[in-house]
């Protein structure tokens, strides 16, 4: 579960809260590492990911709803707009993270293979992809603009397990670069940042679709 930031127990009527949430289960038969590509639309498991989680969300107070600019996460915050009666806005810094397999097929020996160990000479920064801070950096300038954007209320951003992950290290204090097996974001769910004013007091996670995720695709790309 998310870990607290410390500080005093928040009061209500000052409170705004700002609930990262990663997109639903993607069609993608073939494995590919999709990253920034366009074209990799929800799976119908997906969609029900997407709907699970605005049926839990239709009680919140959502005034804002942002989300990537891939289809992925458009067609996650859909129902989550539907349901509160705003529009979905779009934010380029909540995209997915740049990454030098993306297209491609990858498993375990092609990362292994002699002609890819230039790309992992850096695992901190990461070599092979965007860096950490910068994903971090952005995520941040997205999300306090989302606070705003809801004062008072509550925000939802749909992105991407990478950069939501990479925040939440961030905000929390930990080191960026980590093993990739080990996050804590799973498809559909929510990392959930409660702001007093802007202070950041409390980050919460919860997986609204935890029920769902048994019948999900276990493929690197998903």
Same mark, same amino acid.
């Given at each position: 579960?998310?870990?607290?930031?410390?500080? =005093?127990?928040?009061?209500?009527?000052?409170?705004?809260?700002?609930? %990262?949430?990663?997109?639903? +289960?993607?069609?993608?038969?073939?494995?590919?590492? !999709?990253?920034? %590509?366009?074209?990799?639309?929800? /799976?119908?498991?997906? #969609? +029900?990911?997407?709907?699970?989680?605005?049926?839990?969300? =239709?009680?919140? &107070?959502?005034? !804002?709803?942002?989300?990537?600019?891939? +289809?992925?996460?458009?067609?996650?915050?859909?129902?989550?707009?539907?349901?509160?009666?705003?529009?979905?806005?779009? &934010?380029? *810094?909540?995209?997915?993270?740049?990454? #030098?397999?993306?297209? *491609?097929?990858?498993?375990?020996?092609?990362?292994?293979?002699?002609?890819? @160990?230039?790309?992992?000479?850096?695992?901190?920064?990461? /070599? @092979?992809?965007?860096? !950490?801070?910068?994903?971090?950096?952005?995520?941040?300038?997205?999300?306090?603009?989302?606070?705003?954007?809801?004062?008072?209320?509550?925000?939802?951003?749909?992105?991407?397990?990478?950069?939501? @992950?990479?925040?939440?290290?961030?905000? +929390?204090?930990? *080191?960026? @670069?980590?093993?990739?097996?080990?996050?804590?974001?799973?498809?559909?769910?929510?990392? /959930?940042?409660? !702001?007093?004013?802007?202070?950041?007091?409390?980050?919460?996670?919860?997986?609204?679709?935890?029920?769902?995720?048994?019948?999900? /695709?276990?493929?690197?790309?998903?």
């Amino acid at each position: 579960m998310g870990q607290s930031t410390g500080g =005093a127990a928040p009061t209500a009527g000052d409170l705004t809260v700002v609930h %990262l949430m990663r997109h639903g +289960e993607v069609h993608n038969p073939e494995g590919v590492l !999709y990253g920034r %590509l366009e074209g990799y639309h929800l /799976s119908e498991l997906g #969609r +029900e990911m997407a709907q699970l989680v605005a049926t839990h969300l =239709a009680a919140n &107070d959502i005034t !804002y709803v942002v989300a990537s600019p891939l +289809e992925r996460a458009q067609e996650t915050a859909a129902p989550i707009a539907a349901g509160h009666g705003v529009e979905i806005a779009t &934010d380029e *810094r909540v995209i997915e993270s740049e990454n #030098r397999f993306e297209g *491609r097929t990858v498993d375990v020996k092609d990362l292994l293979h002699p002609h890819n @160990w230039h790309l992992f000479g850096n695992v901190t920064k990461p /070599s @092979w992809g965007e860096p !950490y801070e910068q994903i971090a950096a952005r995520m941040i300038a997205a999300i306090v603009d989302a606070r705003d954007a809801a004062r008072g209320h509550e925000a939802v951003v749909v992105s991407h397990q990478l950069p939501v @992950w990479t925040v939440r290290n961030k905000l +929390e204090g930990r *080191r960026l @670069w980590h093993d990739p097996r080990k996050r804590e974001c799973t498809l559909a769910s929510l990392t /959930s940042l409660t !702001y007093r004013d802007d202070e950041l007091v409390s980050i919460t996670y919860s997986e609204p679709a935890g029920s769902l995720l048994a019948r999900a /695709s276990r493929s690197v790309g998903a």
